[in-house]
Nanobody, 123 residues
Framework: QVQLVESGGGLVQAGGSLRLSCAAS????????MGWFRQAPGKGREFVAAITWSGGSTYYADSVKGRFTISRDNAKNTAYLQMNILKPEDTAVYYC????????????????WGQGTQVTVST
């Protein structure tokens, strides 16, 4: 059973940065495409970024393109989301997710999920 644990969330002022981590255990991390999603109060779960199993390709929502960077270290079984120039509208619970093989933007297609980490951006 794959377990994903996010960390790195917190409170930051607008314009600041945070780096989220997603540590995986119990499976073959290097075979999983990984995604980051977020959910603000009263809203659905939204795609943020995704990365292929090798790290060779990355994908971003238009709202974060140029500000966020997804990466992974397969030797450490960890995925990351570097978030720069944060805006109040980035406030949400951020989740990492994994699925076998192909990357996708749809949260319904991800098999494994972390518990989420809160990111709050103040004005």
């Amino acid at each position: 059973q794959v377990q994903l644990v996010e960390s790195g969330g917190g409170l930051v002022q607008a314009g600041g940065s945070l780096r989220l981590s997603c540590a995986a255990s119990g499976g073959t991390f290097s075979s999983y495409a990984m995604g980051w999603f977020r959910q603000a109060p009263g809203k659905g779960r939204e795609f943020v970024a995704a990365i292929t199993w090798s790290g060779g390709s990355t994908y971003y929502a238009d709202s974060v393109k140029g500000r966020f960077t997804i990466s992974r270290d397969n030797a450490k079984n960890t995925a990351y989301l570097q978030m720069n120039i944060l805006k109040p509208e980035d406030t949400a619970v951020y989740y990492c997710a994994g699925k076998v093989v192909f990357v996708t933007r749809s949260p319904r297609e991800y098999t494994y999920w972390g518990q989420g980490t809160q990111v709050t951006v103040s004005t």
